[in-house]
């Protein structure tokens, strides 16, 4: 498990649970584990509680997408790799999930909460990480990553009922 990133969860809006935020952030610390290599230095990243009007907002507004999503990542180092700086943290970037599609989600696929919540924070994490499922063989890695991490925590394989990675 990693301890050169710092991981924000803050509440924005949304009815979560009082254990949203530890959820969120034993999610964020297991994809670190497995995807982050600590010697690229100290790195922070968020993780926001929010819910779908604010989602559907960023949604429409960053990826034109007129509607909410489960799980949206803004990845700060997508475009070229920042330049570290002795003892500055690089910001990874940011993982915002809506309360209400995650929710209904949950219910409709007959998961728990906590499950798709822990899901879909490693989703997004994994995104910030560089990792897709624009391909075939992005999706293939990706879920199967994802699969695996989830099974070091109990929880069952998302994709084994629909095969449809989670919106990000």
């Known amino acids: 498990m990693t301890t050169a990133v710092d991981i924000t969860v803050s509440r924005e809006a949304g009815d979560w649970a009082e254990d949203a935020e530890w959820l969120a952030e034993r999610a964020a610390l297991a994809a670190l584990g497995a995807a982050y290599d600590d010697e690229e230095g100290p790195a922070e ?3 926001v509680l929010a819910d779908d009007e604010l989602v559907h907002r960023l949604n429409r507004e960053y990826r034109g997408k007129d509607k909410p999503t489960n799980v949206l990542s803004f990845a700060l180092t997508e475009a070229e790799e920042p ?3 002795e003892g500055v943290p690089v910001m990874l ?3 915002i999930l809506a309360y209400e599609t995650v ?3 949950a219910a409709e696929q007959r998961k728990s909460f906590q499950d798709h919540m822990t899901h879909l924070v490693m989703h997004g994490v994994l995104h910030l990480l ?9 999706a293939e890695e990706m879920e199967a ?3 695996r991490l989830l099974a070091t925590l109990g929880i069952a394989d ?3 009922a629909n095969h449809q990675p989670p919106d990000r």
Do not use: I, K
């Not at 990792?131 to 992005?138: L, N």
């Open 130 to 138: 560089g990792y897709d499922h624009e391909t075939d063989d992005e």
């Open 158 to 160: 998302p994709y084994a």
């Open 93 to 95: 970037g940011d993982v």
């Open 145 to 147: 990553l994802e699969t």
């Open 45 to 47: 990243l968020s993780v």
């Open 103 to 105: 929710a209904r989600e």
């Open 83 to 85: 330049e570290a700086q």
